[in-house]
Every structure is written in structure tokens, then in C-alpha cells.
């Protein structure tokens, strides 16, 4: 940024520095929820997010590419693949924030072009917000591949709970042809059952079955999140097990589904289902997922996985460490001993 925009992005701002600074400091560096900084200053959640916004856009935070020069990433992709029982492993720049598809999107392209999708072929996408970032990013073409979302839509603000308009954005990336899916994530009893008789939602829950690619982000714990839907009972006694999730499905450290009340009538691809689907691609960064990842690979849930080096580095490390009979509590501490950098 230049001096001159610089200083008057300074003199457009709407909060202090020190506020700002406060704010950026609890976020990027003692690894702070948005919601426990609200609670820390006393102010709202989507005042955190304006204040986090205006420190990047004031130079109060400043985003940059970590280099990889020390840094074998086709080994360390290696490694990784072979620790979880991966077919591959592609490795991604190391990029944080709204610059987090950057980053990614390369990597997302070999692991797509190494499908080799043809006109017809399904291929389906979930929600989050990596794979929202990514979706705005180049991408290779994939003329007439058919692009369904995995999971119903979600009756939150943030774009990337909005599952027909991420498949609308990644189709017309990669010049696909959409499908959307009319149907809530977790409907009520009564729309539920009128849903599953419903010819367009039948139609696109027939195609997750014919599906031969699919790129799935994958949550963090749900109790350690700053942003959930609404509908999840954060309070479930249940939840308490879960180290993330596919689409709205979660799961524990062993891969085993962990219900929720209301659970029994998401509209979203079931675990089952993404085993039988022949190439699944997670795409996921950041210490607070190195369990779920692990968790999700073992289980087979994913085949193929998009990093970066260091949720890949945590990974290893955290599988290295691992020992027979070491209580559940040590790889959380092994994935947090090798905690991705913050900018």
C-alpha cells in the first residue's frame, strides 16, 4: 500500500488504532475467537469483524506469504499422505484470511485435473468458508461436469454457508453446469418428509450417489468454533465428542457419526455415501482442524487432501507422536505443540 492511500485509508477509519491493535492482537496472535474478543471489549461480534476488517485495511495487520524455501513440500506432501492413508496430498501456499484461496486454489487445481472429469461426470461441493474463498479463484476449466452442492442451504448472512451460490460461483469458475438443491439444511418434521417425496430434491440426492468427485471442507470441533449455524444445539451434551464435521455431519476422533437432536433430518450427504464416492477431496487449514482431518482421512470420509505446510507439518507431528493407548487429549496437545503460524 502506498504512503499517500495508506494514510487515508488511516483517516477513514472508524476506530481507533489502539482498539484495532487490541482486537488484531487477541485474533492473530493469542489465537481468540470473535466471540471471546466481544466478550474481552465488551462490544458485538460483527464489531469485532469490522475491526478486524479495518486493521487489515489500515496496515494495523499486514498479510504475507511465508516463503517455502526450507521447505520440501513434495516430501513433506508425502509424509502426510502416508501418516493418514491418503492417495495424495497437495500442498498450498501458506496464506491466512481473505487471501486464504489464493493460496489453495493451485493446489485445488491439481487435485482436480488429476480426476479427469469429463462433460456429464457429477461432481459435488460443499460449504465453509475455505472452500468459499476458493471458489472465487482460478481454477481448471471443467466444461459440462455437473456441479451439486452436498448439503441444503442454511439460513445464515455469511456467504459461505450459502450452498446454491457457492455451486453457482465454482461452476461458473470452472465453466461446470450447476444443480441447485431447494431445500433447507435441517427442515422441520413435516417439510422434511414432504422434501425426501419432493421430485427436484430427490433428484439432486440421487446424483451424490452418482458423484465421482466430491471437495468437502472440514470443520472444526464444533465447540471450539466462532461461527456455527444456528440451528446446531452448541449446548448437546453429544457434541462434546465431535472433532469435526463434513457437511453439517459430524464426527468423532474415531470416525464414528455423532448425532445431535435433529440430526435424523439434515438434507446433506450422509458419511456412508462419501466412502462410496471415488475420489474426495478435504480442504481444510489450521491447528484447530489437525484431529478432524485425521479423524476424517482414517475414516475414509476423504481420500485426497488440500493443505498447507503447516497444518500438513501438524499433521505429521501429530501422527508421529502418537503412541498405543495415549489418552485422547495428547493428539489435541501434539496438533496445538505445532500450531500454525499467525500473521
Same mark, same amino acid.
Request: proline content about 7%.
Given at each position: 500500500?502506498?504512503?499517500?492511500?495508506?494514510?487515508?485509508?488511516?483517516?477513514?477509519?472508524?476506530?481507533?488504532?489502539?482498539?484495532?491493535?487490541?482486537?488484531?492482537?487477541?485474533?492473530?496472535?493469542?489465537?481468540?475467537?470473535?466471540?471471546?474478543?466481544?466478550?474481552?471489549?465488551?462490544?458485538?461480534?460483527?464489531?469485532?469483524?469490522?475491526?478486524?476488517?479495518?486493521?487489515?485495511?489500515?496496515?494495523?495487520?499486514? /498479510?504475507?506469504?511465508?516463503?517455502?524455501?526450507?521447505?520440501?513440500?513434495?516430501?513433506?506432501?508425502?509424509?502426510?499422505?502416508?501418516?493418514?492413508?491418503?492417495?495424495?496430498?497437495? /500442498?498450498?501456499?501458506?496464506?491466512?484470511?481473505?487471501?486464504?484461496?489464493? @493460496? &489453495?486454489?493451485?493446489?485445488?487445481?491439481?487435485?482436480?485435473?488429476?480426476?479427469? &472429469?469429463? +462433460?456429464?461426470?457429477?461432481?459435488?461441493?460443499?460449504?465453509?468458508?475455505?472452500?468459499?474463498?476458493?471458489? $472465487?479463484?482460478?481454477?481448471?476449466?471443467?466444461?459440462?461436469?455437473?456441479? !451439486?452442492?452436498? !448439503?441444503?442451504?442454511?439460513?445464515?448472512?455469511? +456467504?459461505?454457508?450459502?450452498?446454491?451460490?457457492?455451486?453457482?460461483?465454482?461452476?461458473?469458475?470452472?465453466?461446470?453446469?450447476?444443480?441447485?438443491?431447494?431445500?433447507?439444511?435441517? +427442515?422441520?418434521?413435516?417439510?422434511?418428509?414432504? &422434501?425426501?417425496?419432493?421430485?427436484?430434491?430427490?433428484?439432486?440426492?440421487?446424483?451424490?450417489?452418482?458423484?465421482?468427485?466430491?471437495?468437502?471442507?472440514?470443520?472444526?470441533?464444533?465447540?471450539?468454533?466462532?461461527?456455527?449455524?444456528?440451528?446446531?444445539?452448541?449446548?448437546?451434551?453429544?457434541?462434546?465428542?465431535? !472433532?469435526?464435521? /463434513?457437511?453439517?455431519?459430524?464426527?468423532?476422533?474415531? @470416525?464414528?457419526?455423532?448425532?445431535?437432536?435433529?440430526?435424523?433430518?439434515?438434507?446433506?450427504?450422509?458419511?456412508?455415501?462419501?466412502?462410496?464416492?471415488?475420489?474426495?477431496?478435504?480442504?481444510?487449514?489450521?491447528?484447530?482442524?489437525?484431529?478432524?482431518?485425521?479423524?476424517?482421512?482414517?475414516?475414509?470420509?476423504?481420500?485426497?487432501?488440500?493443505?498447507?505446510?503447516?497444518?500438513?507439518?501438524?499433521?505429521?507431528?501429530?501422527?508421529?507422536?502418537?503412541? +498405543?493407548?495415549?489418552?485422547?487429549?495428547?493428539?489435541?496437545?501434539?496438533?496445538?505443540?505445532?500450531?500454525?503460524? $499467525?500473521?
Amino acid at each position: 500500500m502506498s504512503p499517500k492511500r495508506k494514510s487515508t485509508a488511516a483517516a477513514e477509519a472508524r476506530f481507533s488504532r489502539e482498539l484495532m491493535h487490541r482486537a488484531a492482537t487477541l485474533y492473530y496472535v493469542h489465537d481468540a475467537t470473535q466471540a471471546e474478543i466481544a466478550d474481552r471489549l465488551g462490544i458485538s461480534r460483527p464489531t469485532v469483524s469490522r475491526l478486524l476488517s479495518e486493521a487489515r485495511s489500515t496496515g494495523v495487520v499486514r /498479510i504475507e506469504v511465508a516463503s517455502l524455501e526450507d521447505v520440501d513440500t513434495v516430501q513433506l506432501a508425502r509424509r502426510t499422505a502416508e501418516c493418514l492413508g491418503l492417495r495424495h496430498v497437495e /500442498i498450498g501456499g501458506q496464506v491466512t484470511g481473505p487471501l486464504l484461496g489464493t @493460496g &489453495l486454489a493451485p493446489a485445488l487445481g491439481i487435485a482436480l485435473e488429476r480426476v479427469g &472429469l469429463y +462433460p456429464g461426470d457429477v461432481l459435488l461441493i460443499a460449504t465453509g468458508r475455505t472452500i468459499h474463498q476458493v471458489t $472465487q479463484c482460478d481454477l481448471p476449466s471443467l466444461p459440462g461436469v455437473v456441479i !451439486v452442492p452436498a !448439503v441444503g442451504g442454511q439460513d445464515e448472512p455469511e +456467504p459461505w454457508y450459502q450452498a446454491n451460490e457457492i455451486t453457482r460461483q465454482f461452476a461458473a469458475t470452472v465453466g461446470g453446469h450447476p444443480t441447485f438443491l431447494h431445500a433447507p439444511a435441517l +427442515p422441520g418434521p413435516q417439510l422434511h418428509d414432504r &422434501l425426501l417425496d419432493d421430485p427436484s430434491t430427490r433428484r439432486v440426492m440421487s446424483l451424490w450417489r452418482q458423484a465421482r468427485c466430491a471437495v468437502l471442507g472440514i470443520g472444526a470441533p464444533p465447540l471450539q468454533r466462532d461461527s456455527v449455524s444456528t440451528f446446531i444445539p452448541t449446548d448437546a451434551v453429544s457434541l462434546r465428542k465431535g !472433532v469435526g464435521d /463434513i457437511c453439517l455431519r459430524f464426527f468423532d476422533r474415531t @470416525g464414528r457419526p455423532v448425532q445431535f437432536p435433529g440430526s435424523d433430518r439434515l438434507v446433506a450427504i450422509s458419511l456412508d455415501v462419501l466412502r462410496s464416492i471415488p475420489v474426495t477431496i478435504g480442504l481444510a487449514v489450521g491447528s484447530e482442524k489437525v484431529i478432524g482431518i485425521a479423524a476424517a482421512a482414517r475414516a475414509g470420509f476423504i481420500n485426497e487432501l488440500v493443505t498447507d505446510v503447516a497444518t500438513a507439518t501438524a499433521l505429521v507431528a501429530a501422527v508421529d507422536a502418537e503412541t +498405543p493407548g495415549a489418552p485422547a487429549s495428547d493428539l489435541d496437545e501434539r496438533a496445538g505443540a505445532a500450531r500454525a503460524p $499467525q500473521l
